[in-house]
C-alpha cells in the first residue's frame, strides 16, 4: 500500500559528493564528512536555514527556486555578507534515528 497523504518527515539528510547536510525541517542541524565519517563542528551551514536550491545546466545557465533541493541541485544558504552554494545533491536520505540522536547540539 502505498502513502498517499503529506510528507511529515522532518529529518532529511542532503548528501553531497563530500558532504552530508542533516536538515530537520529546513534548518541544517549537522554536517558530517563523508570520507571521515566525522562531524564538522564549525561549518557554515550549521544552525542556518536553507534558503533555496540552484540549479546548474551545462550551458553555464542557472535557475534559483525557494525550499529545499532536489537530487541534482544544490543546496543554499546565506547570511549577512556571506553565501554558501553546495555541490550538487546526490541523493536525499531518510536518517536512521541513532543518528539523529547524534545530532550535535545547538552552539
Not at 518527515?9 to 553531497?16: C, E, G
Request: glycine share 8%.
Amino acid at each position: 500500500m502505498v502513502y498517499d497523504g503529506p510528507d511529515r518527515r522532518v529529518h532529511r539528510v542532503f548528501v553531497t559528493r563530500n558532504t552530508e547536510y542533516h536538515v530537520r525541517k529546513a534548518t541544517c542541524v549537522g554536517v558530517k564528512d563523508r570520507e571521515s565519517g566525522e562531524w564538522l563542528k564549525r561549518h557554515f551551514a550549521l544552525q542556518r536555514p536553507v534558503v533555496g536550491s540552484i540549479k546548474f545546466f551545462d550551458s553555464g545557465a542557472m535557475t534559483a527556486a525557494p525550499g529545499l533541493p532536489r537530487v541534482g541541485e544544490s543546496m543554499y544558504f546565506e547570511s549577512v555578507g556571506r553565501d554558501l552554494v553546495t555541490s550538487s545533491v546526490v541523493s536525499v536520505e531518510r536518517p536512521k534515528p541513532e543518528v539523529v540522536a547524534e545530532y550535535p547540539a545547538k552552539p
